[in-house]
């Protein structure tokens, strides 16, 4: 089989094809690593489930109540062991990422308290949820003050400012571990550590909570092993490992975790409630699949940054700089860029591949978003998708893949599209 012709019957000339082969023979090595780290993943999920004996009664669907439900509460503890935490409360009732985050802050902060992110705004949609933008229900409405550092022009911590915020007041910390939509550097783990050490340092009870979204076991290490509090995520991204429909996780210490659940169904219901509705299998094999998926990705974000950053676009994180997350930024430079991009992933997409991605409002966000995503699960983001808000300098987030041949597809066609449109040259 000649695969350039085989390419090109799938819409990738030659000339896109020998391009991408020339930068994949470089990348050996990075594939390399990233392989051994989802083997070393693959290996502490196993060793959790054999550890909590897992058998085909955890798969039973549970309605109503769901009270006794072993393999909800069995599906939490091996979370629990995976992430080195006291205790987990991972289901479906977790609706997204944001809910968690939002359950996460909203069960352990109390009028009077303060929290501070350390490390910069927090994600476009915790500015409703902390009510830096305000919003009905918000943690500012119910009492809760907010106090932000910023980075330094590095990218670096500003301990001195950090040392300066830290107040009687300060309850809680919150950490975000990938980029998402801003240009800064992704956390590294390590990174992490150190700075809940120092917050720690200055006032031992705060509370350290890491949003890692995007980050699950792109590491051997994840922030519940450098002293995080509580780490939060969702299940529609890396740890559903593309099966889980619906979900989120909140992993960590277990007096904070028993609030989230109260706060989650009601005072003195807490974790006892909540069926599974069925959705047991997708979430165990999702997440015993979630290494590979993840590397998979990671492997498209590294040949899509290394692509584009030959092609003389700026990408973040660069070519070879090691990752921490699978997101990978590729600032196009004007809406039409964003848009030939997002028409190249859209149209390797499974599902939904005949459509054309078009700009629109989103809720949560205050610019117009566009998003290529032709998924089994709608918005998942471990599935190939790529998006950004319209504005300069039009930079892409693209991510996810559920499979590498897939990521590789949609990224030599987003390439196409851009030389289609006369946006580049090879
Ligand atoms: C995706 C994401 C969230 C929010 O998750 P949703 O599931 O979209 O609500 C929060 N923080 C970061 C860093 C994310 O990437």
Redesign the pocket.
Same mark, same amino acid.
């Given at each position: 089989m000649d695969r350039r012709e085989h390419y090109a019957s799938l819409g990738v000339s030659g000339e896109v094809f020998d391009f991408g082969e020339r930068v994949l023979r470089e990348l050996e090595p990075r594939f390399r690593a990233a392989d051994e780290v989802a083997e070393y993943n693959q290996n502490k999920v196993l060793a959790a489930m054999k550890k909590h004996r897992v058998s085909a009664a955890c798969f039973a669907a549970t309605t109503g109540y769901g009270y006794n439900d072993e393999g909800r509460d069995k599906l939490e503890e091996i979370y629990a062991e995976t992430f080195h935490a006291e205790a987990a409360l991972v289901r479906p009732q977790i609706?997204? $990422?944001?809910?968690?985050?939002a359950v996460a802050l909203s069960a352990n902060l109390l009028p009077g308290d303060e929290l501070l992110a350390p490390a910069g705004k927090? =994600? &476009?949609?915790?500015e409703e949820v902390i009510g830096i933008r305000p919003s009905p229900c918000s943690l500012r409405e119910n009492g809760v003050s907010y106090r932000q550092v910023d980075l330094l022009p590095d990218g670096s911590f500003d301990y001195d400012a950090i040392a300066a915020a830290i107040t009687d007041k300060t309850k809680m910390v919150e950490i975000?571990?990938?980029?998402?939509y801003a240009t800064r550097p992704t956390f590294s783990v390590q990174q992490i550590g150190e700075l809940i050490a120092f917050c720690k340092a200055k006032k031992p009870d705060i509370i350290c909570m890491v &949003?890692?979204? =995007?980050g699950e076991f792109v590491e051997t290490i994840e922030p519940s092993d450098v002293g995080a509090d509580l780490t939060v $995520?969702?299940l529609?991204?890396n740890p559903g490992g593309g099966l889980a429909p619906i979900g $989120?996780y909140i992993c960590g210490r277990r007096d904070l975790i028993d609030r989230c659940g109260y706060r989650l169904s009601a005072p003195g219901l807490g974790q006892e409630v909540g069926a599974n509705l069925g959705l047991l299998p997708a979430l165990y094999q999702g997440f015993f699949l979630a290494p590979t998926v993840t590397a998979g990705a990671l492997k498209g974000a590294i040949f899509a940054a290394n692509l584009y950053e030959k092609l003389g676009f700026a990408v973040h994180p660069n070519g070879s700089e090691p990752r921490h &997350?699978i997101?990978q930024a590729v600032t196009l430079g004007s809406p039409e860029g964003m848009l030939a991009f997002c028409k190249g992933i859209q149209e390797a997409a499974p599902v939904d591949s005949y459509v054309t991605p078009i700009p629109g409002d989103m809720p $949560?966000y205050d610019s117009q978003v566009i998003m290529a995503a032709g998924a089994f699960v709608q918005?998942s983001?471990i599935e190939l998708s790529a998006d950004g808000p319209i504005r300069p300098p039009y930079t892409v987030f693209f991510q996810g893949g559920l499979t590498w041949y897939h990521a590789k597809y949609g990224i030599l066609l987003s390439v196409q599209r851009m030389l289609d449109a006369g946006l580049i040259q090879l």
């Amino acid at each position: 089989m000649d695969r350039r012709e085989h390419y090109a019957s799938l819409g990738v000339s030659g000339e896109v094809f020998d391009f991408g082969e020339r930068v994949l023979r470089e990348l050996e090595p990075r594939f390399r690593a990233a392989d051994e780290v989802a083997e070393y993943n693959q290996n502490k999920v196993l060793a959790a489930m054999k550890k909590h004996r897992v058998s085909a009664a955890c798969f039973a669907a549970t309605t109503g109540y769901g009270y006794n439900d072993e393999g909800r509460d069995k599906l939490e503890e091996i979370y629990a062991e995976t992430f080195h935490a006291e205790a987990a409360l991972v289901r479906p009732q977790i609706t997204c $990422g944001t809910h968690a985050l939002a359950v996460a802050l909203s069960a352990n902060l109390l009028p009077g308290d303060e929290l501070l992110a350390p490390a910069g705004k927090p =994600y &476009d949609t915790l500015e409703e949820v902390i009510g830096i933008r305000p919003s009905p229900c918000s943690l500012r409405e119910n009492g809760v003050s907010y106090r932000q550092v910023d980075l330094l022009p590095d990218g670096s911590f500003d301990y001195d400012a950090i040392a300066a915020a830290i107040t009687d007041k300060t309850k809680m910390v919150e950490i975000q571990r990938s980029k998402g939509y801003a240009t800064r550097p992704t956390f590294s783990v390590q990174q992490i550590g150190e700075l809940i050490a120092f917050c720690k340092a200055k006032k031992p009870d705060i509370i350290c909570m890491v &949003d890692n979204c =995007y980050g699950e076991f792109v590491e051997t290490i994840e922030p519940s092993d450098v002293g995080a509090d509580l780490t939060v $995520g969702s299940l529609i991204k890396n740890p559903g490992g593309g099966l889980a429909p619906i979900g $989120g996780y909140i992993c960590g210490r277990r007096d904070l975790i028993d609030r989230c659940g109260y706060r989650l169904s009601a005072p003195g219901l807490g974790q006892e409630v909540g069926a599974n509705l069925g959705l047991l299998p997708a979430l165990y094999q999702g997440f015993f699949l979630a290494p590979t998926v993840t590397a998979g990705a990671l492997k498209g974000a590294i040949f899509a940054a290394n692509l584009y950053e030959k092609l003389g676009f700026a990408v973040h994180p660069n070519g070879s700089e090691p990752r921490h &997350d699978i997101i990978q930024a590729v600032t196009l430079g004007s809406p039409e860029g964003m848009l030939a991009f997002c028409k190249g992933i859209q149209e390797a997409a499974p599902v939904d591949s005949y459509v054309t991605p078009i700009p629109g409002d989103m809720p $949560g966000y205050d610019s117009q978003v566009i998003m290529a995503a032709g998924a089994f699960v709608q918005g998942s983001s471990i599935e190939l998708s790529a998006d950004g808000p319209i504005r300069p300098p039009y930079t892409v987030f693209f991510q996810g893949g559920l499979t590498w041949y897939h990521a590789k597809y949609g990224i030599l066609l987003s390439v196409q599209r851009m030389l289609d449109a006369g946006l580049i040259q090879l």
